[in-house]
């Protein structure tokens, strides 16, 4: 027969295992939910949203970006070349 000690310690470890295992359980239902909480939110807000920049600063932007990649990149470039790279 097993000692009172130990059916102590073994109901102890079943109830905190079974504790345990609803506390997860329930933690991970509530992560869910407020997983598909944002996501609802989120698909309804990407459909009101605009574009944050509008055609024009497009073009802005890429005539900016394509003169600094010119002027920065420009004497790598002159060097390779002049290498025969």
């Not at 102590?8 to 504790?19: D, I, N, P, Y």
């Not at 992560?31 to 698909?43: D, L, P, T, V």
């Not at 900016?64 to 990649?69: A, D």
Request: with cysteine; net charge positive.
């Amino acid at each position: 027969m097993i000692s009172v000690l130990a059916q102590e310690r073994l109901l102890g470890g079943a109830l905190g295992s079974v504790l345990a295992g609803v506390v997860v359980f329930e933690q991970r239902k509530c992560i869910y939910k407020s997983i598909a909480n944002n996501q609802s939110q989120m698909e309804s807000h990407s459909l009101k949203t605009e574009p944050i920049f509008g055609k024009k600063s497009r073009s802005e932007f890429a005539h900016l970006w394509n003169r600094t990649v010119d002027k920065t990149l420009g004497p790598v470039i002159a060097a390779l070349s002049s290498r025969g790279w």
